[in-house]
């Protein structure tokens, strides 16, 4: 083979090796959103239709913790309450969650109970 296309064929494969690892790397810094988690959570959301919904949102760090209250909507985002932390609040799963798993749980026997052939 040549040299030349031989390099190429090299620098080829070691740009297409480092796209991956560059995505990892941006995802896991603050430049790709790894670091905003501290001063913003989403607690939880309620939807009301299908473009509207009631969001609850934990803003700033330490004493100045805040939970805002909003009802977005794809015209406007407004403020409903302003409220403290509730401590030892753990946010909800995901909706649809709880529920899934209860009838998941109907429908599945176990493989040695009466109902097994």
């Not at 810094?29 to 501290?38: I, K, R, Y």
Request: zero cysteines.
């Amino acid at each position: 083979m040549n040299s030349s296309l031989m390099t190429s064929l090299l620098w080829f494969v070691a740009i297409l090796a480092m796209i991956p690892a560059a995505l990892w790397l941006l995802k896991r810094t603050p430049v790709g959103g790894a670091g905003s988690s501290a001063l913003m959570k989403n607690i939880a959301v309620l939807p009301l239709s299908a473009n509207q919904r009631i969001v609850t949102v934990e803003v700033g760090a330490g004493e100045s913790r805040q939970w805002l209250v909003l009802g977005v909507t794809p015209a406007s985002i407004t403020t409903l309450h302003t409220m403290a932390p509730v401590d030892g609040a753990v946010p909800p799963a995901a909706p649809g969650g709880p529920a899934f798993a209860g009838l998941l749980a109907k429908f599945h026997k176990p493989a040695g109970g009466p109902d097994a052939r």
